[in-house]
């Protein structure tokens, strides 16, 4: 059982609310997934739900890290384009970033579809982008504020991580501020740190932060659940609890780690998470609209806020993986 938006829902309930028709399946295409950094949860989720989508449509896939850097990715975006693939999958950074290259693969008409590309969700989505695939992430961001704001009682001295590296991440953060200061919360810092440098940052930072506000610090929210992968060491040495505060509540994305934080009560209470195989095969499915000059599904996925109770029924191997039958239907769509 999950907390979704506010509702307590089994997803094995739940019927699939994705498209229901579609072109079948493309013969013998050949996929490139662009890996902004698979040390990220949530960006290697998409891949793995990509790769699974594949097999089953019959694509092959060739996945490409950029290793959480502008140089790893531009230098991906340039292999890319030398393969000549049939589409290419933009997984997980912001789509001006590698505008050049964005251009080139245009002006050779290879479609391009992505996930978390830029603020602007479904279909035609800037940069030549025929569908850039997300849950809405200002509904991520305030599901997560709002949870905090009860949980402290209506009275949270907020932490707010970013990475202005993406405008995307910015405007989530910003959301989140808004929605704990309407609600009466104080958001006591707003701090810019990349995500690709989580793993050096987070603990100084967190000691810091510890010194500076104190008890005064009640949660820490972060518009990825990668922040927290490196906090719970220095709140340890702090004496704090695993399920001591601050509280860590993550507006995106459900990792498999994070899931194992909150099942432990081990330095983080909540994720507001993303069905992250199913977006994989939401983007394949995208892509074979692309390639046969179909419009795309216009198809838009729920998240769900994921506490304890329901990250330990996903068990040994978590993951956000709804049951509504979603293999099936693209699988019937593609004639597979």
């Not at 979704?4 to 997934?33: C, H, N, Q, R, Y």
């Not at 030549?128 to 809405?136: E, L, P, Q």
């Not at 810092?189 to 690709?196: F, G, K, M, R």
């Given at each position: 059982?999950?907390?979704?938006?506010?509702?307590?829902?089994?997803?094995?309930?739940?019927?699939?609310?994705?498209?229901?028709?579609?072109?079948?399946?493309?013969?013998?295409?050949?996929?490139?997934?662009?890996?902004?950094?698979?040390?990220?949860?949530?960006?290697?989720?998409?891949?793995?739900?990509?790769?699974?989508?594949?097999?089953?449509?019959?694509?092959?896939?060739?996945?490409?890290?950029?290793?959480?850097?502008?140089?790893?990715?531009?230098?991906?975006?340039?292999?890319?384009?030398?393969?000549?693939?049939?589409?290419?999958?933009?997984?997980?950074?912001?789509?001006?970033?590698?505008?050049?290259?964005?251009?080139?693969?245009?002006?050779?008409?290879?479609?391009?579809?992505?996930?978390?590309?830029?603020?602007?969700?479904?279909?035609?989505?800037?940069?030549?982008?025929?569908?850039?695939?997300?849950?809405?992430?200002?509904?991520?961001?305030?599901?997560?504020?709002?949870?905090?704001?009860?949980?402290?009682?209506?009275?949270?001295?907020?932490?707010?991580?970013?990475?202005s590296t993406y405008q995307i991440a910015i405007d989530k953060a910003?959301?989140?501020?808004?929605?704990?200061?309407?609600?009466?919360?104080?958001?006591?810092?707003?701090?810019?740190?990349?995500?690709?440098?989580?793993?050096?940052?987070?603990?100084?930072?967190?000691?810091?932060?510890?010194?500076?506000?104190?008890?005064?610090?009640?949660?820490?929210?972060?518009?990825?659940?990668?922040?927290?992968?490196?906090?719970?060491?220095?709140?340890?040495?702090?004496?704090?609890?695993?399920?001591?505060?601050?509280?860590?509540?993550?507006?995106?994305?459900?990792?498999?780690?994070?899931?194992?934080?909150?099942?432990?009560?081990?330095?983080?209470?909540?994720?507001?998470?993303?069905?992250?195989?199913?977006?994989?095969?939401?983007?394949?499915?995208?892509?074979?609209?692309?390639?046969?000059?179909?419009?795309?599904?216009?198809?838009?996925?729920?998240?769900?806020?994921?506490?304890?109770?329901?990250?330990?029924?996903?068990?040994?191997?978590?993951?956000?993986?709804?049951?509504?039958?979603?293999?099936?239907?693209?699988?019937?769509?593609?004639?597979?």
């Open positions: 059982m999950l907390t979704g938006l506010g509702l307590t829902i089994a997803f094995a309930e739940m019927a699939f609310d994705g498209p229901s028709a579609g072109p079948k399946a493309a013969e013998g295409k050949t996929i490139v997934v662009l890996a902004a950094d698979l040390k990220n949860g949530g960006i290697l989720g998409v891949t793995n739900g990509v790769e699974e989508a594949a097999e089953k449509i019959g694509w092959t896939v060739r996945v490409l890290d950029g290793g959480g850097s502008v140089q790893g990715r531009t230098a991906a975006f340039g292999q890319a384009i030398a393969l000549q693939p049939d589409g290419i999958v933009i997984n997980g950074f912001d789509a001006v970033e590698q505008q050049a290259a964005l251009d080139q693969v245009a002006a050779a008409k290879i479609p391009m579809v992505s996930w978390h590309s830029g603020p602007k969700i479904g279909c035609d989505a800037p940069g030549g982008i025929f569908a850039n695939v997300s849950t809405d992430a200002m509904t991520v961001s305030e599901e997560a504020a709002k949870w905090a704001v009860g949980d402290a009682g209506g009275k949270p001295g907020v932490v707010i991580f970013t990475d910003d959301r989140i501020k808004e929605t704990i200061e309407e609600m009466g919360g104080t958001v006591l810092e707003y701090v810019d740190t990349p995500i690709a440098d989580t793993s050096n940052r987070m603990g100084p930072l967190t000691t810091n932060l510890l010194q500076k506000y104190g008890d005064q610090w009640t949660h820490a929210l972060a518009i990825n659940d990668i922040y927290f992968d490196f906090m719970g060491p220095a709140l340890a040495a702090a004496g704090i609890k695993g399920d001591g505060s601050p509280k860590a509540v993550a507006a995106g994305d459900g990792s498999e780690s994070a899931f194992q934080r909150i099942a432990t009560g081990q330095y983080q209470s909540i994720t507001v998470a993303e069905p992250l195989n199913l977006q994989g095969w939401q983007l394949v499915d995208e892509l074979n609209r692309a390639v046969q000059g179909e419009a795309c599904s216009g198809y838009v996925t729920a998240p769900a806020v994921v506490n304890m109770e329901g990250a330990k029924a996903m068990g040994d191997s978590p993951i956000f993986d709804p049951d509504n039958g979603y293999r099936a239907a693209y699988g019937k769509i593609w004639g597979k």
